[in-house]
């Protein structure tokens, strides 16, 4: 338990984190059980570790946290460590890739049921359906979702201030107030290409090369995270990651899954699946028209957010492309995006339309009173016609 209790105080005393990420303000940090699930690199670990920094004094031995790669857990179960550490005082625990633990969940059950003075706050990959595929844990356990940098913390962090977040219904209501009030300190569109290329995920703060890292960070999902937690043989490994390389290179468009099975050498179904385990680790996004959702085909497949495109193929990429891919990875964490594949819209909360476009061609566009336009290569806008920079201040 001392070596435990030294990595923790040496971890959090070299634990920085410049920009306060919003999700630690959502939680109700008095549940007992709490699980946030991201994807690799996208800073839970950070989190875990700011939370006791904030919380507690490094020495106070009411808090704790270990990770799951310890090999000291392959010989002991979190319940066991847990009880120890309950009856020494300890009352929050803080546990980093919990699913490392094969009965993880049944252990975390345990625990709950055993100290009811003990919180655990754990951290897992994307991957995980918490309640869905662990129904030991109905009704005991508060999820969140963990989301990379919006151009709002990336633009706060380089620059050194403090931007708000708006909702939605504010950006589209008063959106020239709120332009004047940013653009007075800063001029966005000096960061946004920054942000597109490099901003998403925080580990672009060290001095390594992004996008290598960034591919080690895809390398790990598909590797560990959606095999292991989807229990799925090793065999089938390059089937997922040519599967992911063909919709990342054929760019945002409605997906042939006749075809991609043709390619990976399997039937039509395990592409679907294949395709949602991509999603769910946040890899991919799935659009669907209004009313429509898996397991039928989408209307369009997307990367995740535009860092993914720069890193997987960067000669293909096209501007409309990645400004859509902003767009949805923007507005995914609060709100629905359908579109229909024929479309040049997007559907936002089932009436909302928005059309993404070019600044420099907006004059060939046709107005229409109904739609919202989203506008790149600019940083002015009206209430119908906003800069898309300003969705990035969503969260």
Not at 157 to 168: A, E, M, N, R
Request: glycine content about 6%; proline content about 4%.
């Amino acid at each position: 338990m001392e070596a435990f209790f030294r990595t923790h105080a040496y971890l959090v005393e070299h634990t920085n984190a410049p920009v306060h990420r919003m999700l630690m303000d959502e939680i109700d940090w008095n549940d007992r059980m709490i699980g946030i699930k991201g994807t690799r690199g996208i800073g839970k670990t950070t989190f875990l570790l700011q939370y006791a920094k904030e919380n507690f004094d490094i020495n106070d031995r009411r808090c704790l946290y270990v990770n799951m790669n310890n090999f000291y857990f392959q010989g002991r179960g979190i319940s066991d460590f847990a009880r120890d550490f309950y009856h020494n005082g300890g009352r929050v625990l803080l546990i980093d890739q919990v699913f490392k633990e094969p009965n993880w969940s049944k252990e975390l059950r345990e625990c709950y049921d055993k100290y009811p003075g003990l919180k655990i706050v754990f951290t897992g990959s994307s991957v995980m359906r918490l309640k869905e595929e662990n129904p030991e844990l109905n009704g005991i356990v508060k999820s969140y979702n963990l989301r990379g940098f919006s151009f709002r913390e990336y633009l706060n962090l380089k620059t050194g201030k403090k931007f708000k977040i708006y909702t939605l219904d504010e950006i589209l209501n008063n959106s020239v107030h709120i332009l004047k009030e940013i653009i007075s300190q800063v001029s966005p569109q000096k960061y946004f290409a920054e942000y597109i290329h490099h901003g998403f995920y925080p580990f672009f703060q060290e001095h390594r090369n992004y996008s290598e890292n960034l591919l080690k960070t895809m390398n790990m999902v598909t590797e560990v995270d959606i095999l292991l937690i989807k229990r799925i043989e090793l065999k089938y490994l390059n089937k997922i990651k040519k599967l992911f390389y063909l919709l990342a290179v054929d760019g945002p468009k409605a997906p042939n899954i006749s075809q991609l099975a043709h390619e990976i050498k399997t039937s039509r179904a395990t592409v679907m699946n294949y395709i949602k385990y991509l999603s769910d680790a946040r890899l991919i996004n799935m659009i669907y028209p209004v009313g429509l959702d898996f397991p039928k085909k989408p209307s369009k497949i997307m990367m995740h957010n535009s860092n993914l495109m720069f890193a997987i193929y960067p000669i293909r990429i096209e501007e409309q492309d990645i400004m859509e891919t902003f767009f949805v990875n923007s507005l995914w964490k609060d709100h629905k995006i359908n579109q229909n594949g024929r479309d040049n819209h997007y559907i936002v909360d089932g009436t909302l339309k928005f059309r993404i476009c070019d600044s420099n061609d907006f004059h060939r566009i046709r107005i229409s009173p109904d739609t919202v336009y989203a506008k790149y290569n600019t940083e002015i806008g009206s209430n119908k016609q906003i800069p898309i920079w300003l969705l990035g201040f969503l969260y």
